[in-house]
């Protein structure tokens, strides 16, 4: 199993851009989720989602757009992105939800924002 | 929402020694996670402790919990340079099933 994987590793991008980041899962898991690392925060959860067809916001959700067709897939869009959200982006996964499920990550999308 | 905090937020040791990290939470939980990320990578699952246990190890690896003085603390024994990484705990936030919270983290550097 190639487990989560997530693509790009890098992108630069201009200030109003936009781009979609990849997340795809190979274990069948229902629980999926994007999260964003900035130095001396943690990790924040932007959003989530408990089943295809099923998305909910996390902590900090503007800015950006999910949708989940597929039990494999759950990308993150940025319409317009802002240099606020450069970041190191993580997406994971669970079998389950997070009371009781270790959550499986992928090793992150750098993005830089002009 | 509930947040581990993670200390201390730095902590260097020679290799051979153990290594301590604590991690202190404000409301009621039914588990709590730790995990750890090497430089440049994604997170790790170590262990997962449920709120009714008080201690769980994995390998060299020790977790207790104190859910009367709402803490964690994670043991490294017998500690390796390639256990150089930050680590986490995470909690569910029990008011959303559905959301993980973590902690800031602390960063372990063991010295060869």
């Known amino acids: 199993n190639a487990g989560v994987t997530q693509t790009p590793k890098f992108q630069v991008l201009k200030t109003g851009q936009s781009m979609t980041l990849q997340c795809a899962q190979d274990?069948?898991?229902?629980?999926m989720s994007w999260y964003r690392q900035d130095p001396g925060m943690g990790l924040r959860l932007i959003h989530y989602?408990?089943?295809?067809?099923?998305?909910d916001q996390g902590e900090v959700p503007n800015g950006y757009n999910v949708s989940r067709s597929t039990t494999e897939d759950f990308p993150l869009r940025l319409l317009s992105a802002a240099p606020s959200q450069t970041s190191v982006y993580f997406c994971?996964?669970?079998?389950?939800?997070?009371?009781?499920?270790?959550?499986?990550f992928g090793d992150g999308t750098r993005l830089s924002i002009l | 929402s509930q947040q581990g905090e993670e200390d201390p937020q730095a902590l260097s040791i020679q290799e051979g020694e153990n290594a301590t990290m604590n991690c202190s939470y404000k409301?009621?939980?039914?588990?709590l996670q730790w995990y750890r990320q090497n430089s440049g990578r994604g997170l790790v699952h170590l262990i997962l402790?449920?709120?009714?246990?008080r201690e769980k190890h994995s390998g060299r690896l020790r977790v207790t919990l104190d859910t009367s003085k709402k803490s964690s603390s994670l043991l490294i024994t017998a500690s390796r340079a390639a256990d150089t990484a930050s680590y986490f705990c995470?909690?569910?936030?029990?008011?959303?099933?559905?959301?993980?919270?973590f902690g800031e983290g602390t960063q372990l550097t063991v010295n060869p």
């Open positions: 994971a996964s669970s079998y389950g939800g997070v009371l009781d499920q270790p959550q499986h």
């Open positions: 274990m069948n898991h229902e629980y």
């Open positions: 989602s408990v089943g295809a067809g099923i998305t």
């Open positions: 409301t009621s939980i039914n588990n």
């Open positions: 402790i449920r709120s009714n246990e």
């Open positions: 995470a909690l569910p936030w029990v008011a959303s099933g559905s959301r993980l919270t």
